[in-house]
């Protein structure tokens, strides 16, 4: 009998419960051919940038917070090439970041002097996002590397619906997913079912370019047991899912983006990296340097 989600991470349900999540995650994936068409036809440019998408088919597991910090951090700081793909059709919600940034700018003096003092300081302005349908997103990549724009990774921010053939298809075409997770019994069940998914019928699939896939851990509470974790590693690893090292913290401030009266600093914004003073403790740097040893955009 499955565990409710209130008994879910007791631990005298624990181990019944695992079982019976990989037991209903693998009743769900029935195989359907929703992909079965996938033919890319995406040529070698001189310099192939690393396509990257931290995905999954949940909503609230962090990708668009991911997708954003990361890119700010390799683009900002790091000083890597970034282009961002917003595919996540109709909220378009990076996008949408990057309006209301550009808002607080105009209306926030102390925000408008770390944008300028910081522009002047890396020379760089903000990197490019792209609106995208996720069945058009490679195409218009394509369109702006043929017309010789260069870039070391590309982050590319899906929709949750990978049982759409175009969603499916754009999955196929990264060379790196990164699913995020967390111990919340809906959003682990569905992590697992996509990640099992891309496993078995996209991974196989003619002309794909997943090279590896990683799950991560988001939304880490302090006050959860660790060994629940490596517990739930375990599972993944029993199902040929290895699972990032960086674990991120369940913080606050993954959630501070700028306002229009406030002087405090801001960890997630389009248009700056990071505050400093943020960065102890997020382990967003721990996450950026692993999955940049990871893709390697160098080579
Ligand atoms: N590590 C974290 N700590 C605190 N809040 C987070 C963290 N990661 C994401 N969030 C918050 O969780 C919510 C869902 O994240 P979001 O990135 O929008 O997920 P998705 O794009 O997968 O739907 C947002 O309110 C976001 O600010
Ligand atoms: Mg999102």
């Not at 051919?33 to 998408?53: E, L, R, S, T």
Request: aromatic share 10%; hydrophobic share 40%.
């Amino acid at each position: 009998m499955c565990a409710d989600a209130d008994s879910f991470t007791s631990e005298s349900t624990f181990v019944d419960s695992l079982a019976c999540l990989l037991m209903q995650v693998c009743k769900y994936i029935s195989t359907r051919g929703y992909a079965a068409d996938i033919k890319p036809q995406f040529p070698k440019f001189m310099k192939d940038p690393v396509f990257v998408a931290f995905s999954t088919q949940k909503g609230g597991a962090g990708k668009t917070t991911l997708t954003v910090l990361t890119a700010g951090y390799l683009y900002y700081v790091r000083g890597l090439k970034v282009l961002v793909v917003d595919c996540d059709y109709p909220q378009y919600s990076i996008k949408e970041m990057r309006d209301r940034d550009a808002e607080i700018i105009r209306l926030n003096a102390s925000f408008r002097k770390s944008f300028y003092d910081q522009r002047e300081r890396t020379g760089l302005d903000p990197y490019p996002v792209l609106l995208a349908k996720p069945e058009d997103a490679l195409l218009k990549v394509k369109a702006r590397l043929e017309a010789g724009e260069e870039y070391d990774v590309v982050l590319f921010d899906l929709p949750g619906t990978i049982n759409h053939p175009g969603v499916a298809k754009t999955v196929s075409l990264m060379d790196y997913i990164f699913c995020p997770v967390a111990a919340d019994k809906l959003i682990l069940e569905s992590s697992l079912a996509f990640a099992i998914k891309v496993r078995d019928e996209i991974k196989p699939l003619n002309g794909c370019s997943i090279k590896e896939m990683y799950m991560v851990w988001n939304l880490v509470d302090a006050r959860e047991r660790t060994d629940l974790y490596d517990a739930y590693e375990e599972v993944f690893e029993e199902q040929m899912l290895p699972t990032l090292k960086t674990r991120l913290p369940d913080t606050k401030r993954y959630r501070r983006e700028g306002s229009k009266e406030s002087s405090r600093p801001v960890f997630r914004s389009t248009l700056m990296p990071p505050d400093r003073r943020l960065l102890a403790g997020s382990r967003l740097v721990e996450l950026v340097d692993e999955i940049l040893a990871i893709i390697n955009p160098d080579t």
